[in-house]
T-cell receptor, first 111, second 113 residues
Framework: TQLLEQSPQFLSIQEGENLTVYCNSS?????LQWYRQEPGEGPVLLVT?????EVKKLKRLTFQFGDARKDSSLHITAAQPGDTGLYLC???????????FGTGTLLAVQP | DVKVTQSSRYLVKRTGEKVFLECVQD?????MFWYRQDPGLGLRLIYF???????EKGDIPEGYSVSREKKERFSLILESASTNQTSMYLC????????????FGEGSWLTVV
């Protein structure tokens, strides 16, 4: 079974701080997605990365796909309270070619 | 905007009851999914469907069944609810099984007592 481990599991920071969330696996993925889930809502897609080493930016969020396509990171610059939520990575790959979700990182940004 | 609607947001059921969770999508997507979400475990796929009347088991199908009689509707059934099925259930749809954007509903919180 493919596993996607996210770290840290929980993160509580002050507004304006920077942070990085990691998504790691021993398996190779053809693509990797990042979702954000706000309380009481379903996850919403933020970005999809496809190429090893690819970097994508979404305002203050920077996503990177590892060169070997086994890991990814999400970096948030100058975090805002509106960034609070559960961040989920999800990889596509393996024999089933289905989407496999990571364990999630719960981020709380205090004003 | 794509809309995935789950009919029940909060349910409390007794052990042994039959439970139906309904999901409707309005984007004519071929593929629909049911996940359950538990703290520290992420989202785990229960069942998915790639066409009307077609279904495939996901990673944790035990204790669940599904029904897809119409393209827009995908139902999750718990034949005899148990306390270990207390969880948040998320329905989703997409154009493709993988790689494309998956659109999620708001979730159904089920408590089995």
């Amino acid at each position: 079974t493919q596993l996607l481990e996210q770290s840290p599991q929980f993160l509580s920071i002050q507004e304006g701080e920077n942070l990085t969330v990691y998504c790691n696996s021993s398996s190779v993925f053809s693509s990797l997605q990042w979702y954000r889930q706000e309380p009481g809502e379903g996850p919403v897609l933020l970005v999809t990365v496809v190429t090893g080493g690819e970097v994508k930016k979404l305002k203050r969020l920077t996503f990177q796909f590892g060169d070997a396509r086994k890991d990814s990171s999400l970096h948030i610059t100058a975090a805002q309270p509106g960034d609070t939520g559960l961040y989920l990575c999800a990889g596509v790959g393996g024999a089933t070619n289905k989407l496999i979700f990571g364990t999630g990182t719960l981020l709380a940004v205090q004003p | 905007d794509v809309k995935v609607t789950q009919s029940s947001r909060y349910l409390v059921k007794r052990t042994g009851e039959k439970v139906f969770l309904e999901c409707v999508q309005d984007m004519d997507h071929e593929n629909m999914f049911w996940y359950r979400q538990d703290p520290g475990l992420g989202l785990r796929l229960i069942y998915f469907s790639y066409d009307v009347k077609m279904k495939e088991k996901g990673d944790i199908p035990e204790g669940y069944s599904v029904s897809r009689e119409k393209k827009e509707r995908f139902s999750l059934i718990l034949e005899s609810a148990s306390t270990n099925q207390t969880s948040m259930y998320l329905c989703a749809s997409s154009f493709a099984i993988s790689g494309n954007t998956i659109y999620f509903g708001e979730g159904s919180w089920l408590t089995v007592v």
